[in-house]
């Protein structure tokens, strides 16, 4: 898996870059093929807004902004939101594998 951490017109310190890369690593246990996650930190009118742009293999980028006026605040609620993103769509990809109950039935027969 690749990671890119970039940062536009802000400096992430170490303890950011750390917070961000050990989500990233978190993001292993939803068991999908993730091949490359971009993070983009830049300031705008409004705060600061964290951009995550996962991609996975054999399906749609997910991509998620986060605005916020606290640096950290808006890196927590981003992963925060592409873990739920990778969660469902992990849900959708286990849901597809499983077996129904008429298989089970004809199963037993």
Do not use: C, W, Y
Request: charged residues 30%.
């Amino acid at each position: 898996m690749n990671v890119k951490i970039r940062a536009k017109d802000l400096t992430l310190n170490a303890n950011a870059k750390a917070h961000i890369e050990n989500a990233v690593e978190s993001f292993k246990k939803f068991q999908l093929e993730i091949t490359t996650v971009n993070i983009s930190a830049k300031t705008e009118k409004k705060g600061i807004s964290v951009e995550f742009d996962i991609h996975i293999a054999h399906s749609q980028p997910v991509v998620i902004n986060q605005s916020d006026d606290d640096l950290e605040t808006a890196i927590d609620l981003a992963i925060e939101r592409a873990s739920k993103a990778l969660r469902r769509l992990h849900d959708k990809v286990v849901d597809k594998q499983a077996v129904s109950v008429k298989d089970l039935d004809a199963l037993d027969d």
